[in-house]
């Protein structure tokens, strides 16, 4: 019997040892509190990377709604409209994404002048265990984004030369002028830009056809024909020595001075077209540019001058309703001219000459104009038909001396591909909203 209850002790002990049910219940027991909290985290932290992905898309459409924002508030709003548009942007892609988010308002700044958005958003999550074992009852997520919009407001002169060696020869350098010109008007002026974004067509041979303008630029009545070639022909030599490197409007004493006869005026199809916001307009002149053959040179600088008056506020007085340039100082804009060339400027108008030759002249007045703030662009095209390196160097002098800067805004082209390049990168300068790392 003794015996007996010392076998039923050892087999209770060894039972008690080997039956695995027990410690599997014990070890789940102590490790469910830890189990709960790493699910809990781990929850949590799968929950704040989807809230900072959530957060981070939202401010980048805010900022980048803002930006936008730009090309649709009238040219003196301030930061509170561009808010606006940011806010309502913010909301609406933060709804719906997780329904327990809560977002405060956004941080706004503005540097109108720059056309530059910072926006800032801060939104919490609840934790997964509200507080419980790690005392976190929420997490507070927040970023930020900048964007460049367009400028709101640009006035663009493009300057291009309609003379005999466009097309001489069987050359298709004028047609590719054209389909360069149209792609850059296209790209900048579209619906959303309205008519922040104008544009105006200088043509230039021997001369600028300033058309309907000349009479008034040199001081006549409206209905003066006395050359006899017709009132869309009216062509001006350079200004009177005095505002010859200025862009003083027409008046007493500061008048042009009108080109007798048609020998130097380039013909009908090429006269001056102010600012305009007509893409219909504009490819119309455009696609109308005929050569100026049998010209004795190329008087550029008259070009370049007309091109600086299309743009100035100064000639704010002369210019019709709605080609009127922006006033001075307007907030976030910008007043560029894009110069075209296939040669050297070699044509003087003034009698007797000036001292200054025509090319001299060009970039005394690019100086003038840039002082004045305003951007150029130059675009050479097909210098080597000059037939000599010292002409097609002195040409890439005068283009490089009159951009803004001859790294980024001087441009050579050998072909109507490379001119059509040169086109779309200025175009893109002015062009599109962006984040800005």
């Known amino acids: ?65 803002a930006a936008r924002d730009y090309d649709s508030i009238a040219i003196d709003a301030d930061a509170t409209d561009l808010l606006a548009a940011a806010s309502a942007s913010f909301i609406d892609n933060m709804e719906g994404r997780n329904g327990d988010i809560s977002c405060q308002g956004l941080s706004f700044s503005a540097d109108l002048s720059n056309s530059i958005v910072t926006v800032e958003g801060r939104c919490t999550v609840p934790a997964f265990l509200n507080g419980g074992f790690t005392g976190q009852s929420s997490y507070e997520i927040s970023a930020s984004a900048t964007a460049q919009g367009p400028v709101s407001r640009i006035d663009l002169a493009l300057v291009v030369d309609v003379s005999g060696s466009m097309t001489a020869g069987g050359s298709t350098k004028l047609d590719d002028l054209k389909t360069a010109a149209n792609t850059l008007v296209t790209t900048l002026i579209t619906a959303e830009t309205g008519t922040r974004m104008r544009i105006s067509l200088v043509p230039y041979a021997t001369g600028v056809n300033a058309g309907v303008y000349g009479n008034p630029a040199t001081g006549r009545a409206d209905t003066n024909d006395d050359e006899g070639d017709g009132l869309d022909r009216m062509c001006v030599f350079e200004r009177v020595a005095s505002e010859l490197y200025t862009d003083a409007p027409p008046a007493a004493g500061a008048y042009m001075v009108p080109i007798g006869g048609t020998f130097q005026c380039p013909i009908a199809d090429n006269p001056v077209l102010p600012l305009s916001s007509s893409v219909t307009d504009l490819e119309t002149a455009i696609n109308g540019l005929d050569p100026h053959i049998g010209g004795a040179g190329t008087a550029g600088q008259v070009g370049v001058a007309w091109g600086w008056y299309t743009i100035s506020p100064n000639w704010r007085t002369f210019w019709p309703a709605g080609t009127k340039p922006l006033p001075s100082g ?100 002015f062009s599109g909203t962006s984040l800005v790392n």
């Open 1 to 65: 019997m003794k015996h007996s209850n010392n076998a039923r002790r050892a087999y209770s002990h060894h039972a008690f040892f080997t039956d695995a049910r027990g410690a599997i219940v014990l070890i789940f027991a102590l490790l469910l509190v830890p189990l709960v909290i790493i699910c809990g985290m781990a929850s949590d932290v799968v929950r704040i990377n989807a809230l900072k992905r959530h957060v981070q898309f939202g401010v980048d459409m805010a900022a980048l709604a």
């Open 330 to 429: 307007a907030t976030s804009s910008r007043r560029v001219m894009v110069i075209m060339s296939d040669g050297d400027f070699n044509m003087q108008l003034s009698s007797p000459p000036l001292v200054d030759s025509s090319a001299e002249q060009a970039v005394k007045l690019c100086d003038a104009a840039k002082d004045e703030g305003v951007e150029i662009f130059t675009v050479g095209l097909d210098f080597a038909s000059l037939g000599s390196t010292a002409a097609a160097d002195a040409a890439e002098d005068m283009m490089e001396d009159c951009s803004t800067d001859p790294a980024t805004h001087a441009f050579l082209a050998s072909n109507g591909a490379e001119l059509l390049e040169a086109y779309q990168e200025i175009a893109a300068r």
